[in-house]
C-alpha cells in the first residue's frame, strides 16, 4: 500500500507542484521535471556526486538494517527515554488529537506520507532543472547528517511513538488512513525512533535551503508544510511534542553544517550560488 502509494503519488504531485510552481516563476512544468532529471543525473555523474548519493544510499541502508534489528538492540542496552519524555510533557499528543476534527487528521496523515518525499523531490527538481547545483549538492548532505546524526540517538535513547508506547492515549491516527499502514512504515523507522524527529527535520532543512536559494514560493509553501507538521505528527500520534521541538533545532544544525561544509555563500541577488 505504502509503496504503490510513493511510486503512483509522489511523482504525480511533485509534477503538479512543478506546474504550477513554474508558471508563477520559471516557466518550468512538466518539462521542468525532465530537465531537473536530467541535470541531477550530471551532478550525479560527477565524482563529488556520486560521493553524496553513495553516501546517503549507505547511511539509507544502515537505517533499514537499524530499523529490522532495532527491538534486539533495545532490549539488550535496556534503555528506554520515553517515560522521561512523557514525565516532561504530560499527554501532549493525546490533548492535540482530542481537539482535531477526523476530517483534519485525515488530511494530516495524507501530508505526513508525501510531505517528506515531496520536501526532498521539489527543492531538488527544481534546482537540478535550472542548474543551481551547489543548493541541490547542499540539501543532499544535508539530508545525510539527517540520517547520519540521528542513529545514534535512536539507538541509545530510543523514544516510542506516542499511541504505541502505552503511556498515551494518543491513537494511531495513521489507521484512519489506511488500516494496518503503520508496519509498512517500519521499514527504515523503528517504533522507537522518535527523537528526534526526522519529519521535523527534514521539512526544516528543505525550507532552509529554499529559503535560501529561492523561489521565494516554494519556500513559503515549504513553511507552510513546517509549521502545520509540527501539529501533525503529535496529533497523529507518532511523536511526542519534545521530539518535532528537538526535529527543529536539529534540522536546523544539519542545514548549517552542510552549508559550511559545502562553503556556500550568500549572493544578493539570488541566495545561493550554483
Given at each position: 500500500?505504502?509503496?504503490v502509494l510513493y511510486l503512483a503519488g509522489v511523482p504525480l504531485l511533485a509534477i503538479a507542484g512543478l506546474a504550477w510552481l513554474g508558471r508563477v516563476e520559471l516557466g518550468s512544468g512538466v518539462s521542468g521535471v525532465g530537465r531537473g532529471?536530467?541535470?541531477l543525473w550530471r551532478l550525479v555523474s560527477t565524482t563529488?556526486?556520486?560521493w553524496l548519493g553513495l553516501g546517503l544510499g549507505g547511511v539509507l541502508a544502515l537505517a533499514s538494517i537499524q530499523a529490522r534489528w532495532d527491538p534486539d538492540l533495545t532490549a539488550r542496552?535496556?534503555?528506554?527515554?520515553?517515560?522521561?519524555?512523557?514525565?516532561?510533557?504530560?499527554?501532549?499528543?493525546?490533548?492535540m488529537q482530542a481537539v482535531t476534527p477526523e476530517p483534519v487528521l485525515w488530511l494530516l496523515a495524507a501530508m505526513y506520507l508525501l510531505g517528506l518525499p515531496l520536501c526532498i523531490a521539489l527543492p531538488l527538481l527544481w534546482w537540478g532543472g535550472s542548474g543551481r547545483h551547489r543548493p541541490a549538492a547542499g540539501i543532499t548532505l544535508a539530508l545525510l547528517a539527517n540520517y547520519l546524526l540521528a542513529l545514534p540517538f535512536y539507538?541509545?535513547?530510543?523514544?516510542?511513538?506516542?499511541?504505541?508506547?502505552?503511556?498515551?492515549q494518543a491513537l494511531p491516527a495513521l489507521e484512519l488512513f489506511a488500516a494496518g499502514l503503520t508496519p509498512d512504515l517500519r521499514f527504515a523507522s523503528a517504533l522507537d525512533n522518535c527523537f528526534p524527529s526526522l519529519h521535523v527535520s527534514i521539512a526544516f532543512t528543505a525550507w532552509w535551503f529554499a529559503r535560501r536559494a529561492g523561489p521565494r514560493l516554494?519556500?513559503?509553501?515549504?513553511?507552510?508544510?513546517?509549521?502545520?507538521?509540527l501539529w501533525a505528527v503529535p496529533a497523529l500520534g507518532v511523536h511526542w511534542v519534545t521530539d518535532a521541538?528537538?526535529?527543529?533545532?536539529?534540522?536546523?544544525?544539519?542545514?548549517?553544517?552542510?552549508?559550511?561544509?559545502?562553503?556556500?555563500?550568500?549572493?544578493?541577488?539570488?541566495?545561493?550560488?550554483?
Amino acid at each position: 500500500m505504502l509503496a504503490v502509494l510513493y511510486l503512483a503519488g509522489v511523482p504525480l504531485l511533485a509534477i503538479a507542484g512543478l506546474a504550477w510552481l513554474g508558471r508563477v516563476e520559471l516557466g518550468s512544468g512538466v518539462s521542468g521535471v525532465g530537465r531537473g532529471t536530467l541535470a541531477l543525473w550530471r551532478l550525479v555523474s560527477t565524482t563529488g556526486g556520486r560521493w553524496l548519493g553513495l553516501g546517503l544510499g549507505g547511511v539509507l541502508a544502515l537505517a533499514s538494517i537499524q530499523a529490522r534489528w532495532d527491538p534486539d538492540l533495545t532490549a539488550r542496552l535496556g534503555r528506554d527515554w520515553t517515560p522521561l519524555v512523557r514525565a516532561l510533557e504530560g499527554d501532549l499528543p493525546a490533548a492535540m488529537q482530542a481537539v482535531t476534527p477526523e476530517p483534519v487528521l485525515w488530511l494530516l496523515a495524507a501530508m505526513y506520507l508525501l510531505g517528506l518525499p515531496l520536501c526532498i523531490a521539489l527543492p531538488l527538481l527544481w534546482w537540478g532543472g535550472s542548474g543551481r547545483h551547489r543548493p541541490a549538492a547542499g540539501i543532499t548532505l544535508a539530508l545525510l547528517a539527517n540520517y547520519l546524526l540521528a542513529l545514534p540517538f535512536y539507538v541509545f535513547a530510543p523514544v516510542s511513538e506516542p499511541a504505541w508506547s502505552g503511556l498515551s492515549q494518543a491513537l494511531p491516527a495513521l489507521e484512519l488512513f489506511a488500516a494496518g499502514l503503520t508496519p509498512d512504515l517500519r521499514f527504515a523507522s523503528a517504533l522507537d525512533n522518535c527523537f528526534p524527529s526526522l519529519h521535523v527535520s527534514i521539512a526544516f532543512t528543505a525550507w532552509w535551503f529554499a529559503r535560501r536559494a529561492g523561489p521565494r514560493l516554494l519556500a513559503r509553501i515549504l513553511l507552510v508544510h513546517l509549521v502545520a507538521l509540527l501539529w501533525a505528527v503529535p496529533a497523529l500520534g507518532v511523536h511526542w511534542v519534545t521530539d518535532a521541538l528537538f526535529g527543529l533545532a536539529f534540522g536546523a544544525l544539519c542545514a548549517a553544517a552542510a552549508e559550511r561544509a559545502l562553503f556556500a555563500y550568500e549572493d544578493p541577488g539570488h541566495g545561493l550560488a550554483p
